[in-house]
């Protein structure tokens, strides 16, 4: 992936060292004349792309995009999934707190990420040493990625600790919790600017995952999309749907089919902010340096022990599997909640039912149903611990909804019925375009079209959160018998996590303007 030299490994350790400042000052007596430090790292362009490749693999780290970390923050507790078995309670069943699965490692990798891009946007932008083209797309990358940084801190954690330059451990450990509005203001500048260093598209496969102007831009729409900057929000989605080379799949199914591909998960057409799980050498071989696997898709994989539904038909099932060259080797942790399994509240004629959900394989009725959208079940292309299926955040789908959200608030439905009913057009036969609705209808038209279109995708949760229904939607949700009591324990206070207890011991500064912490205490 993206250039990747032979020393790369060691190079991005050396990388990781020097961005991170150092605490005691009497091991600096002595002067290091050979020594690396950010000053005189970035001598030509080749530093700069190893630096650029070293913040792309933190956004595979086993705490943050790969893993139940995150999802328990962006799908967990909903009414579109659970576990097909009692796994990670707290996150299903609202039983978290500080020092209780409160996201500590998830905290400490998002700020990893801000230290590193910080103090290499410093020490790249206006670098002579760097050629204008590396300088442009590099500060380009970081700013989208230290912006993809503390779009997840804000949506998670509400204020957080805020900076944008490469601060000593001192200052670090005093920082108290910076406003939102602030910090997403800021970051909202930051990917204006990075919207125009970022090229529109990349040429190589060596270049593959590499975020794009249309990444920026639609990480930028997202934004205004949490703050109601209607305006704003469709303004972005527009410049995307009619100047990106970005287009809609033809067909639904098509969207997450990567039966057979190599690598498991090339990028589409439809895929605009993903994360490149691949790891793509300049060669084009999968298994780099900077291959990860991706657990998050192997949590929609159906486990063998659970299946079938008929164990007299597992040796069936093992048969149909083997001569498919597929198996049941995930961990059934991401399982679609018996309301939205029943195709009888999904609309009649919505061709995206077969194609998401599935309660069989081959004929042979399954215990649970799944996310076939989302599962890789060939062992050719992806196997247990070895999954390099990429990890879709945005999509031009989401894009057109977006659209029309924002339209709908900014003046009602008459112009806004044009964005979802391109997606409707290809989700049902015949045609069933929205028309002669309310602005309200409408409103509640496109939460129920992103539920069905998005599900699975990690969009729910946070979709609730923002329209204020949380709470009822999950006290009116059939969950399944190991999550009933999310209904009871869900409170206000759930719509953001706590700051991580063992941040708080470090630094009790973060208390300062909210001793409650987010409410838990």
Same mark, same amino acid.
């Given at each position: 992936?993206?250039?990747?030299?032979?020393?790369?490994?060691?190079?991005?350790?050396?990388?990781?060292?020097?961005?991170?400042?150092?605490?005691?000052?009497?091991?600096?007596?002595?002067?290091?004349?050979?020594?690396?430090?950010?000053?005189?790292?970035?001598?030509?362009?080749?530093?700069?792309?190893?630096?650029?490749?070293?913040?792309?693999?933190? $956004?595979?780290?086993?705490?943050?995009?790969?893993?139940?970390?995150?999802?328990?923050?962006?799908?967990?507790?909903?009414?579109?999934?659970?576990?097909?078995?009692?796994?990670?309670?707290?996150?299903?069943?609202?039983?978290?707190?500080?020092?209780?699965?409160?996201?500590?490692?998830?905290?400490?990798?998002?700020?990893?990420?801000?230290?590193?891009?910080?103090?290499?946007?410093?020490?790249?932008?206006?670098?002579?040493?760097?050629?204008?083209?590396?300088?442009?797309?590099?500060?380009?990358?970081?700013?989208? @990625?230290?912006?993809?940084?503390?779009?997840?801190?804000?949506?998670?954690?509400?204020?957080?600790?805020? %900076?944008?330059?490469?601060?000593?451990?001192?200052? $670090?450990?005093?920082?108290?919790?910076?406003?939102?509005?602030?910090?997403?203001?800021? &970051?909202?500048?930051?990917?204006?600017?990075?919207?125009?260093?970022?090229?529109?598209?990349?040429?190589?496969?060596?270049?593959?995952?590499?975020?794009?102007?249309?990444?920026?831009?639609?990480?930028?729409?997202?934004?205004?999309?949490?703050?109601?900057?209607?305006?704003?929000?469709?303004?972005?989605?527009?410049?995307?749907?009619?100047?990106?080379?970005?287009?809609?799949?033809?067909?639904?199914?098509?969207?997450?089919?990567?039966?057979?591909?190599?690598?498991?998960?090339?990028?589409?057409?439809?895929?605009? $902010?993903?994360?490149?799980?691949?790891?793509?050498?300049?060669?084009?071989?999968?298994?780099?340096?900077?291959?990860?696997?991706?657990?998050?898709?192997?949590?929609?994989?159906?486990?063998?022990?659970?299946?079938? $539904?008929?164990?007299?038909?597992?040796?069936?099932?093992?048969?149909?599997?083997?001569?498919?060259?597929?198996?049941?080797?995930?961990?059934?942790?991401?399982?679609?909640?018996?309301?939205?399994?029943?195709?009888?509240?999904?609309?009649?004629?919505?061709?995206?039912?077969?194609?998401?959900?599935?309660?069989?394989?081959?004929?042979?009725?399954?215990?649970?149903?799944?996310?076939?959208?989302?599962?890789?079940?060939?062992?050719?292309?992806?196997?247990?611990?070895?999954?390099?299926?990429?990890?879709?955040?945005?999509?031009?789908?989401? @894009?057109?909804? &977006?659209?029309?959200?924002?339209?709908?608030?900014?003046?009602?439905?008459?112009?806004?019925?044009?964005?979802?009913?391109?997606?409707?057009?290809?989700? %049902?036969?015949?045609?069933?375009?929205?028309?002669?609705?309310?602005?309200?209808?409408?409103?509640?038209?496109?939460?129920?079209?992103?539920?069905?279109?998005?599900?699975?995708?990690?969009?729910?949760?946070?979709?609730?959160?923002?329209?204020?229904?949380?709470?009822?939607?999950?006290?009116?949700?059939?969950?399944?018998?190991?999550?009933?009591?999310?209904?009871?324990?869900?409170?206000?206070?759930?719509?953001?996590?706590?700051?991580?207890?063992?941040?708080?011991?470090?630094?009790?500064?973060?208390?300062?303007?909210?001793?409650?912490?987010?409410?838990?205490?």
């Amino acid at each position: 992936m993206k250039n990747i030299k032979t020393n790369l490994l060691n190079s991005l350790i050396v990388i990781s060292l020097l961005l991170v400042p150092l605490a005691c000052e009497e091991y600096l007596e002595e002067d290091l004349r050979d020594a690396l430090s950010p000053a005189t790292f970035y001598n030509n362009d080749n530093e700069a792309e190893i630096a650029v490749n070293g913040a792309y693999a933190l $956004l595979t780290h086993n705490n943050f995009y790969k893993s139940r970390d995150w999802t328990m923050w962006m799908q967990m507790g909903t009414d579109e999934s659970s576990a097909s078995r009692n796994i990670f309670p707290e996150g299903h069943n609202y039983t978290y707190g500080e020092g209780v699965r409160d996201g500590e490692a998830l905290w400490n990798v998002l700020y990893e990420i801000v230290r590193n891009t910080s103090s290499a946007i410093t020490n790249m932008d206006g670098n002579a040493n760097l050629s204008q083209t590396i300088q442009d797309q590099s500060v380009g990358q970081m700013l989208m @990625i230290r912006a993809l940084a503390y779009y997840e801190l804000t949506r998670i954690w509400g204020d957080v600790p805020y %900076f944008r330059e490469l601060l000593a451990p001192a200052e $670090l450990a005093e920082l108290t919790r910076t406003p939102i509005n602030t910090i997403r203001t800021d &970051m909202k500048a930051d990917l204006e600017r990075a919207y125009s260093l970022l090229p529109s598209t990349y040429s190589g496969s060596e270049n593959q995952g590499r975020f794009t102007k249309w990444a920026a831009m639609s990480l930028k729409a997202k934004y205004h999309l949490f703050d109601n900057e209607w305006a704003e929000t469709l303004a972005a989605c527009l410049d995307v749907i009619n100047n990106s080379p970005h287009t809609l799949m033809a067909n639904f199914e098509d969207v997450y089919n990567w039966r057979g591909t190599t690598p498991a998960s090339p990028a589409k057409a439809e895929h605009i $902010l993903w994360i490149d799980f691949a790891g793509i050498s300049g060669n084009g071989v999968v298994g780099s340096p900077l291959a990860r696997s991706n657990q998050m898709y192997e949590e929609f994989n159906p486990r063998l022990r659970d299946e079938p $539904l008929n164990k007299g038909e597992k040796n069936a099932l093992k048969a149909a599997l083997a001569a498919n060259g597929d198996a049941l080797t995930g961990y059934g942790a991401r399982v679609p909640l018996p309301d939205l399994a029943d195709q009888a509240n999904w609309q009649a004629g919505d061709l995206r039912y077969d194609a998401t959900i599935t309660q069989s394989y081959e004929g042979i009725a399954l215990k649970f149903p799944y996310f076939n959208k989302l599962w890789n079940l060939n062992q050719s292309s992806t196997i247990r611990g070895d999954r390099h299926e990429n990890f879709v955040m945005i999509r031009l789908a989401d @894009i057109y909804l &977006m659209a029309a959200e924002a339209q709908n608030e900014i003046s009602g439905p008459d112009n806004a019925y044009q964005y979802v009913n391109k997606i409707r057009e290809r989700a %049902f036969e015949p045609d069933q375009p929205l028309s002669g609705m309310t602005q309200e209808s409408f409103r509640l038209a496109i939460r129920d079209e992103r539920k069905f279109e998005l599900c699975g995708e990690n969009h729910r949760k946070q979709d609730l959160i923002r329209w204020g229904i949380l709470i009822e939607t999950v006290q009116n949700t059939t969950h399944r018998k190991h999550n009933t009591v999310a209904k009871t324990n869900i409170k206000p206070h759930h719509v953001k996590a706590p700051i991580p207890l063992a941040e708080i011991l470090r630094n009790p500064k973060l208390l300062e303007t909210d001793p409650t912490n987010n409410g838990y205490r």
